[in-house]
């Protein structure tokens, strides 16, 4: 299994930035896939879902109405376009195979570097 993650940087507050996740090595559109974010000190948390059609999406409180998780089968990529972005949302951003539940077990085994993500004036 390979993830990558690309697509972070550093951005003002009410900034806008898209991530993206390539992912190979296992049966992409099967999978439900989840985005998950680690901020300094702090344990993982969970940020967003999308079923394996991509129909059905799941967000945590934090980013709902902000963040949209999107993908493609064809490219097997996850997408993660984060808008009106806050101080808050700083952290180092992960893509896992998993739905909310899941995602856990994958990320001790199957974590990528991830792509940093800071949002300061």
């Known amino acids: 299994v390979h993830v990558v993650e690309s697509g972070g940087g550093l951005v003002q507050p009410g900034g806008s930035l898209r991530l993206s996740c390539a992912a190979s090595?296992?049966?992409?559109?099967?999978?439900?896939m989840t985005w998950v974010r680690q901020a300094p000190g702090k344990g993982p948390e969970w940020v967003s879902s999308?079923?394996?059609?991509?129909?059905?999406?799941q967000y945590a409180d934090s980013v709902k109405g902000r963040f949209t998780i999107s993908r493609d089968n064809v490219w097997s990529t996850v997408y993660l376009q984060m808008n009106s972005l806050e101080a808050e949302d700083t952290a180092l951003y992960y893509c896992?195979?998993?739905?909310?539940?899941?995602?856990?077990?994958?990320?001790?085994?199957?974590r990528g570097q991830g792509t940093q993500v800071t949002v300061s004036s």
């Open positions: 896992v195979r998993g739905d909310r539940d899941t995602y856990a077990t994958y990320l001790r085994e199957e």
């Open positions: 999308v079923s394996p059609s991509g129909l059905y999406m």
């Open positions: 090595g296992f049966a992409f559109t099967k999978s439900d």
